[in-house]
C-alpha cells in the first residue's frame, strides 16, 4: 500500500516543500497537490519536482473544465519530463460553484467531457496527429466554426512515457464506473471501508467489465487524517468544518455531491440538516451536526490498535494508496506520523 499526503493549497506552501526531503526518506511515496481557486497546482508541482528526486507527484486535482484537454495534455507530459516520470494527472470535474463562479464556464456534461479529455490526452502522450470528433470536443475544429486553417497536429517534444497514470476523483455512480474503466486509478472523497463495497461496488464492477487489461489494476487512493495515540481522539475535530462545507456549503439542494453521498451513508437526517444551516450562514452549527462516527471511520486517528485496524479495513476494501493528512503538532512529530503508518501499511 503506497502512502500519500495531499499539500495544503492555502498557504505556507515553500516552507512545507522544504519539509519534503525528510517526508521522503520518511518513506512517502507520493504528493498531491490541489487546484481550487487558488494558486494553480502546476507551478507548484513543477517546483516539487525540482526540490525531490523519488517522490512521485500529482494533481489533486486539476478540473477538466479550466483547459483545454490538448494543454492538459502538454502539461502532463511536460510535468511528467521535469520529474524524470514520476507525474500522475489526477482529473476532476470540481463543481459548478468554482467552474462557473471563478472561472465562467458553464458547468456541463461532466462525465461525457471526462472521458473524452482522458482520450485526447493520451493520443496527445502517444505523439499522433490530434483528430477527434467527440460529442464535446472536435479537433481540428471543423468548417464554420473557425477560420478553417486549423491543422491536425501531433506533440512537438517526445514524452518521457507515452502513457502518463491519469486518476479521477468521482463519487457519482456513472463517474465512479468511469473512472473504473478508463483510469489508472480512482480517489473518492469521505471513504469508509465498510460502506464502499455497498455505496460504489455495482459502479466498480460495470467499471472494470470494460476496463482494458492493459490499465492494470485500478488504483483506489483514499484519504484520511492521521494521528496515532492514546490521546488524539479530540483532533477529529478538525475535520468538522471542512466535513460541513462540503456537505452543507458545495453545492444547492438537490445538487450536492457530497451530500448525496453522506445520505448514501445512512446519515440523511444529519445531512439535511447540515445543508439548511450552512446555507442559512450558520456555519458552526452546521459543523456540530457532523455525526461523530462518520469522522472516525474515515480517518486514521486513534490508537496503534485503531489505527491498524482501519488500515486493513481499508485494505480489504481495495484501497491501494493511503492519501494521509498527518497532524502533529511539529513537524518531527509529522515525519514520525508518516514513518509509523509506512510501517503499518507495509
Known amino acids: 500500500m503506497r502512502i500519500g499526503m495531499a499539500l495544503n493549497y492555502s498557504g505556507g506552501f515553500k ?18 497537490v490541489a487546484e481550487a481557486y487558488s494558486f494553480d497546482a502546476v507551478s507548484q508541482l513543477g517546483y516539487i519536482a525540482a526540490r ?9 486535482i486539476l478540473p477538466i473544465y479550466t483547459r483545454t484537454p490538448a494543454l492538459l495534455a502538454m502539461t502532463a507530459a511536460g510535468l511528467d519530463y521535469v520529474s524524470g516520470g514520476r507525474f500522475t494527472l489526477g482529473l476532476g470535474a ?42 464535446h470536443y472536435t479537433l481540428p475544429l471543423p468548417p464554420g466554426q473557425g477560420t478553417g486553417l486549423g491543422k491536425p497536429l501531433k506533440l512537438i517534444n517526445h514524452p518521457v512515457r507515452p502513457r502518463i497514470p491519469v486518476v479521477i476523483a468521482a463519487i457519482g455512480p456513472k463517474n465512479v464506473e468511469l473512472a473504473a474503466e478508463v483510469a489508472e486509478g480512482w480517489e473518492p472523497i469521505f471513504y469508509v471501508p465498510e460502506k464502499a463495497a455497498e455505496v460504489w461496488g455495482p459502479s466498480l464492477a460495470a467499471g472494470k467489465a470494460a476496463r482494458d487489461p492493459e490499465l492494470g489494476g485500478l488504483d483506489v487512493i483514499a484519504q484520511a487524517s492521521l494521528a496515532i495515540g492514546d490521546d488524539v481522539a479530540g483532533l477529529l475535530e478538525f475535520g468538522r468544518p471542512m466535513a460541513a462545507l ?7 439542494k438537490g445538487r450536492n455531491f457530497y451530500n448525496d453521498l453522506a445520505r448514501r451513508y445512512g446519515y440523511e437526517k444529519e445531512a439535511e440538516r ?18 461523530a462516527d462518520l469522522l472516525e471511520k474515515m480517518s486514521l486517528v486513534g490508537s496503534e490498535g485503531f489505527v491498524r485496524e482501519r488500515v486493513q479495513a481499508m485494505r480489504e476494501s481495495g484501497v491501494t494508496t493511503l492519501n494521509v493528512t498527518p497532524l ?11 514513518e509509523k503508518i509506512k510501517e503499518i501499511a507495509a
Open 15 to 32: 516552507e512545507t516543500v522544504a519539509e519534503l526531503a525528510d517526508y521522503e526518506r520518511a518513506g512517502l511515496d507520493i504528493v498531491f
Open 94 to 135: 470540481s463543481g459548478p460553484q468554482v467552474i462557473e463562479g471563478f472561472h465562467g464556464v458553464p458547468y456541463t456534461a461532466p462525465l461525457g467531457r471526462t472521458r473524452e479529455v482522458v482520450e485526447i490526452c493520451r493520443q496527445v502522450w502517444r505523439r499522433e496527429r490530434l483528430q477527434y470528433d467527440g460529442r
Open 246 to 252: 462540503y456537505i452543507g456549503g458545495m453545492g444547492a
Open 328 to 338: 502533529g503538532r511539529t513537524h518531527e512529530e509529522r515525519v514520525r506520523l508518516i
Open 52 to 60: 525531490t528526486e523519488r517522490l512521485e507527484i500529482a494533481s489533486g
Open 274 to 291: 447540515i445543508q439548511d444551516l450552512y446555507l442559512q450562514g450558520q456555519k458552526d452549527e452546521a459543523a456540530a451536526l457532523v455525526p
